[in-house]
């Protein structure tokens, strides 16, 4: 397909599927049940990690997570009591069990704490792969039990991290359809990753463009890349075409 007829193609599913009508059905929905900052970037994130598979299961399973945190998720991980967390030991979603949500509750709770909250963690002069390679250790800050570590992506062993990138999506991008929330000034737009799936991959290697078979870091990178030459500006408005031309009928 000639670069001008992709490019357009590109814009119109993106402009098809960045609507809010897409935002029932995607895992997107779960934090635009909130306002403040700190409920949208905890719930997005906690539904971000546990958006793999099914997507009606991982709907279901951050809509009970939010009620079993009171559907108020800054105050409860500020404010839990030891009962509020033994509430949460019914929690499962695939491998995430109730030992991972309560790691990652005390991680956010710490990180809120004393660090700032999850944006800190991404400010500073580095670029957006530096600030990924180590996001897992500025996460993990205080210690986890081992099967923990799994849960966050790392992208120096080869992982896409599509389940981080969707979330930084969601946070960063700034636009004025409604679906992502733009509420973060420590990243542009411009230095996003596309959040890589097995959906996106197949249609950007059926479009031609992406050739690497793997849906590893790398792909993330060269995807990016041609991605970045059709708008330098906003280059992950196109995860709307890719993934909507992959899974919608």
């Known amino acids: 397909m000639k670069s001008t007829s992709l490019h357009?193609?590109?814009?119109?599913?993106?402009?098809?599927?960045?609507?809010?009508?897409?935002?029932?059905?995607?895992?997107?929905?779960?934090?635009?049940?909130?306002?403040?900052?700190?409920?949208?970037e905890i719930s997005g994130f906690l539904t971000a990690i546990i958006s793999w598979g099914n997507r009606k299961s991982i709907l279901n399973n951050a809509s009970k997570l939010m009620k079993l945190m009171g559907n108020a998720p800054f105050d409860f991980v500020l404010n839990h009591s030891d009962k509020d967390l033994i509430n949460l030991q019914s929690f499962v979603h695939r491998t995430f069990?109730?030992?991972?949500?309560?790691?990652?509750?005390?991680?956010?709770?710490?990180?809120?704490?004393?660090q700032g909250g999850l944006e800190k963690l991404f400010?500073?002069?580095?670029?957006?792969?530096?600030k990924l390679s180590v996001f897992p250790s500025k996460f993990f800050c205080i210690e986890v039990p081992d099967r923990t570590y799994k849960h966050i992506a790392k992208i120096q062993k080869g992982s896409a991290a599509k389940r981080i990138?969707?979330?930084?999506?969601?946070?960063?991008?700034?636009?004025?359809?409604?679906?992502?929330?733009g509420i973060w000034n420590s990243i542009s737009p411009s230095e996003l990753f596309i959040p890589l799936d097995v959906h996106s991959?197949?249609?950007?290697?059926?479009?031609g463009l992406l050739n690497r078979k793997q849906d590893d870091w790398q792909a993330v990178k060269?995807?990016?890349?041609?991605?970045?030459?059709?708008?330098?500006?906003?280059?992950?408005k196109y995860d709307y075409a890719l993934f909507g031309m992959g899974i919608m009928p």
Not at 9 to 33: A, G, M, T, V, W
Not at 201 to 207: C, D, M, N, Q, T
Request: glycine share 4%; aromatic share 10%.
């Open 8 to 40: 357009e193609l590109l814009e119109e599913k993106y402009r098809l599927y960045n609507c809010l009508d897409f935002i029932e059905l995607d895992p997107i929905s779960i934090p635009h049940q909130f306002s403040s900052k700190e409920d949208i």
């Open 97 to 114: 069990n109730d030992t991972d949500l309560l790691a990652f509750i005390a991680c956010l709770k710490s990180i809120y704490l004393s």
């Open 123 to 130: 400010t500073g002069n580095q670029t957006l792969e530096e």
């Open 165 to 181: 990138n969707m979330f930084l999506r969601w946070m960063v991008r700034k636009d004025n359809k409604g679906v992502d929330f």
């Open 201 to 207: 991959g197949r249609i950007a290697r059926s479009l």
């Open 222 to 236: 060269l995807l990016t890349d041609k991605l970045l030459t059709f708008d330098s500006k906003d280059p992950i």
